[in-house]
């Protein structure tokens, strides 16, 4: 008898055939995998499931019964709980608030305009206590949170609906391997209690470890379904791409020249962030920032580029002293930056693939008069488009219709038109699959063949270690290490990345 059945599920947007004739079957309390490259239909499936899309075919069924799903609030009702790959929180607001949005407890009858304050608190302490989420408050803003810590709320929430099936879209994207831990022990509690799951996710060890049965998806088509315990990461990715991957970084030849950034003893004001942290980066090398979550890596990079305030430090760019303290100064001496989310910092979701991929690098497009030169526009897009082999159906497409990959190939497009010297890369293949990420690592590689030097920050031991020249390693706001990549292993970096160095 299986939870979940979804028979023949067609859907199509303008341009592409996102689903073509797809099934998939759950058994209740089992871990159900969904895996397949950006782009396969993993996450429009879904969303068609989780009635955030109508289904141009197909059928639904839920314990043998058909449905029909029209929106997100008939899904609840059915059992069915969602936590999306871009975090769906309201920042400003409190854990509790974001956890209880729509169904807050009334005062007196649920007709009442007055909201239990009280209650609500004690709901969500009880639920953090039963998730062992005791780092995290009810009255702990959003804002305030961590991406992992936000991610833990939005699992909080899910599992407070008393779902029969929770649908988890990338939900270790952003978080340690500890934290990793802990999410697999409440996924198993879950799975006692009969509760299935479909999760979704890129990391093939995650998937090979957790989930008991895997559905692989390709180009919208159901490849087919396996006992985990029948599958590899070889053969998951060959079934993925429908090619062998014999090499999971791009080889490459490091010609390391001259000095392009010095960053001398940068500290921040917060006595929390970072402090005096140093490094070094020069003309066609990748360098590496390693760390756990919370070691400030993302902050001292946004210090550089002028998003963060430093009350010590200096800063230099080609040998020069240069005080940079906004983005605009930033991108006048050749910086760009990746940020680490896509959706909240990277993309205008409601705007075009043109209208992101030009934005950054629009006074430049200014005619005589001071019109935009369409003609001049349309060229730049349509080299972009070739050269980084961004899949849409037309630069006319709104960018929130694109997988995660060619997303951030918009991105990386974005700020290659405004010809920087040095890239700093947020997280850059963060929720991206193995064929995506190695385009990703080629591009990468192109740019510091061309002498350009990057900054890649990345929680990932492995892509690390395969794609940088030399790494810095942090730890609690503080330098404690660099190490040659050739020479290193996942062991050295970990013992840096836990090292008490204040």
Sequence with gaps: MYILEMNNVSKSFPGVKALDNVSLKVKPGTVHALMGENGAGKSTLMKCLFGLYNMDEGEIFLDGKKVEIHDAREALNYGISMIHQELQTIKHRSVMENIWLGRFPRIGNPKSPFVDQKKMYSDTAKLLKEMQLSNIKPEDLLRNLSVSKAQSVELAKAVSYNSRLIIMDEPSSSLTEDEVDHLFSVIRRLKAQGVAIIY???????????????????????????????????????????????????????????????????????????????????????????????????????????????????????????????????????????????????????????????????????????????????????????????????????????????????????????????????EPTRGIDVGAKYEIYCIMADLAKQGKGVIMISSEMPELIGMTDRIVVMSEGLVAGTVNSKATNQEEIMALATKFVG
């Excluded at 000095?259 to 402090?275: A, G």
């Excluded at 050269?387 to 060619?406: F, M, Q, V, W």
Aim: aromatic letters at 6%; proline letters at 3%; a positive charge.
């Design 200 to 426: 979704i996710s890129h990391k093939m060890e995650e998937i090979l470890r957790i989930s008991d049965e895997v559905t692989i998806m390709r180009d919208g088509k159901t490849v087919g379904t396996w006992g985990a315990d029948e599958l590899t990461t070889d053969i998951i990715i060959k079934k993925m791409v429908g090619r062998d991957l014999t090499n999971r970084f791009p080889q490459r030849e490091a010609l390391i020249g001259e000095e392009l950034l010095r960053v001398e003893n940068y500290t921040s004001p917060n006595p929390r962030s970072f402090k005096n942290v140093s490094f070094t980066l020069h003309k066609g090398e990748i360098l590496g920032i390693g760390g756990l979550v919370g070691a400030q890596r993302t902050e001292v990079m946004e210090a550089v580029f002028g998003l963060r305030l430093h009350n010590e430090g200096k800063l230099y760019i080609k040998g020069k002293e240069t005080s940079c303290n906004s983005a605009y100064q930033a991108k006048k001496y050749g910086m760009a930056l990746l940020t680490e989310e896509r959706r909240a910092t990277g993309i205008f979701p409601v705007l075009s693939v043109q209208d992101n991929l030009l934005i950054a690098n629009m006074s430049s497009y200014v005619g005589k008069h001071g019109l935009l030169s369409n003609g001049m526009m349309t060229k730049d897009v349509a080299k972009s488009i070739k050269d980084l082999e961004i899949r849409t159906p037309s630069p006319a497409t709104l960018i929130k219709s694109l997988s995660g990959g060619n997303q951030q190939k918009v991105l990386f497009a974005r700020w290659l038109l405004t010809t920087p010297d040095i890239l700093i890369l947020d």
